[in-house]
Structures are given as C-alpha cells and as structure tokens.
C-alpha cells in the first residue's frame, strides 16, 4: 500500500492501473433540494483539499452531476470521475426513473452526462442496478458503452453489481470495475469482492461505514439513516463496542471496510464537511488492526450465524 501527498492510503484500481485513493467521494447526496448548491461546493471543494481523488455519481442522482461539473470543472485533472449508465436520461428533479438498458438511452445519458461534468471524457462508467447479462446484450447497451470506451468518452467499462447476478457480471471477462455493497453489517458481497480483484477488476466498495445505519456514537453524532433494525442488532450481538478502543463505530466500521484485502477504493457519501473531515482522519488510520479485525470478523460470524 502506497499513500498520496495527503496521508490516505491508496491502491491500483484492477487493471485500470489507475492509482485511487482508498477513501473516495460518492456525490448522491448531493442530489437534491435539501442540499444547497453553496453547501454542495463546499463540500466537493473539501474533497479535494481534503486529497480524495475518486468521486462517484449519477444520472439517478439529480443535480449531483451538474453540481460536479459547476465546483470542479475547472479542477479535472485531480480527480478520477465515474458515473453509471442505463440510467433513464432527461429524469426530472426528483424523480427516480426505471432502468432503460438499450443502445439509445446509454448513449444518451453518457452524453448528458458528459455535458453536465463539463468534461470530455469519463473514466469510468458503470451500468447502474446490477442487470444480467442477458439485458446487457439484448437490446445493445454492453456494445454501445464499448463503443463510447472506442470513441475515447469513456476510459473503463464497470458494473454495479450484486447477487445474484455478480457471478455472471465477473465471469464476462469486459468490467474493469466492479461496484459492490460491503461493511462489517453488509458482508455477503465479501468473498465476490475478492473474485473480482482476482479476475483483474477494480473494486469499488459502496456501503463502507454501513449506510449511517447505527445509533450516535458516543461523540453524539448521528449520520444520514440512523435506526435500529438489523444492523443496529448485529452489531450489539457482536458486541464490538469494546474494540473501538477511544475511535467511533463509524470510525471502526469504515476502518474495518477498509481491512478488506481486496478492497481499492470505497465512496463514502456526505454533505457535511465535518463528517468528510471525519472519514478522512479514519481513513488516514488505515484499516485496523490484525488482531483487531480478526476478533471482529470472528464476533461477526458467529452473531451472523445466530441470525
């Protein structure tokens, strides 16, 4: 493991050889009205002061792309850029459309989306909601991203895959990157992750701090989705709490993602500059310790057996 100029960690993605940093942005949350277009500049501005190199976004995720292309247009060189496909184009502010996997719509919504960027080119695109590959090749949306990564539009194809349709996604040969769902309270992507790194691809772990999905920790603060439920439970019968010695369960969920061996970058989503200054000391750390993550991982197996 290498670090930047900044002190996180980076790794290679797959065999993109693109070097990302191990903590990087995904922009949903910038999607809509309750964020307002100074507060989103502000924190895409933190991202990059902040040394993250890799912003993830969408089509689906309104006016995310388009404030991307207004703060840092201007900064394109720093930063790698991946957004989805398949996406239905021309969405209304609000709105979340069904999935349209044909050639004119993925061309269409690469376009848009090169427009709202204010860029020439993408480095990656991923297909959005995990089709198979039966949908991919139906109706020519696989070829037509192809096509594009000819043209010079886009750098590498990828997928947002899950189960049950990983499998296949990763057997195709054609990703360069995976997008998968994973933290210590969403493991059942763990070993498809390590299938894909060995199959060459870049993975991009979504997930990574468990969707803000357990109660305050003890600094009191309360992330996007806080709830009990299932994750809130299996973290109690795993009782990891005496594991975080002095850091967050935040802190320690997103440092446990980051354990993962094949893991090489994971966005992390906010509009809150001190909740990015957050991630950003977590992910300085580095993952945990080995000891640390092993009795982790072993509490987590065996609460997750008693499900």
């Known amino acids: 493991m ?11 993605l797959g065999r993109t050889g693109l070097q990302v940093t191990q903590l990087g942005y995904g922009a949903m949350e910038l999607r809509g009205p309750a964020v ?6 502000r924190v895409l501005g933190a991202v990059l002061d902040g040394g993250i190199n890799y912003i993830d976004t969408s089509i689906d995720y309104g006016a995310s792309e388009e404030r991307i292309g207004a703060t840092l247009g201007s900064r394109r060189g720093e930063y790698y850029l991946a957004s989805k496909c398949g996406c239905a184009a021309q969405q209304q502010a609000g709105e979340r459309a069904d999935h349209v996997f044909t050639r004119d719509n993925v061309v269409a919504g690469v376009e848009q989306s090169l427009r709202r960027l204010r860029t020439d080119h993408l480095d990656v695109v991923q297909f959005h909601a995990s089709p198979s590959r039966s949908t991919l090749e139906h109706e020519g949306a696989l070829d037509a991203l192809l096509d594009l990564q000819r043209q010079g539009k886009v750098r590498f194809v990828g997928i947002s895959g899950t189960l049950p349709n990983l499998p296949e996604q990763i057997g195709m040969g054609v990703f360069d990157v995976f997008q998968i769902p994973y933290s210590a309270l969403q493991p059942e992507h763990a070993q498809l992750i390590s299938d894909a790194a060995a199959a060459g691809g870049g993975t991009v772990i ?10 305050p920790d003890k600094e009191g603060v309360s992330p996007r989705g806080l709830a009990s439920g299932e994750p809130q439970q299996l973290w109690e019968r795993a009782q990891l709490d005496d594991l975080l010695d002095g850091a967050s369960r935040n802190e320690f969920i997103l440092r446990f993602t980051l354990s993962h061996p094949d893991l090489h970058t994971t966005i992390v989503g906010t509009a809150s500059v001190d909740h990015l200054a957050a991630n950003l000391d977590a992910a300085r750390k580095g993952p945990l310790a080995a000891d640390v993550y092993d009795e982790a991982s072993r509490r987590l197996k065996k609460a997750q057996a008693r499900q």
């Not at 290498?2 to 290679?12: A, C, D, V």
């Not at 307002?36 to 500049?41: K, W």
């Not at 979504?206 to 109660?215: E, Q, T």
């Open 36 to 41: 307002s277009d100074e507060q989103a500049a």
């Open 206 to 215: 979504r997930g990574g701090v468990g969707k803000g999905a357990l109660a």
């Open 2 to 12: 290498t670090h930047s100029s900044s002190g996180l960690p980076t790794r290679t």
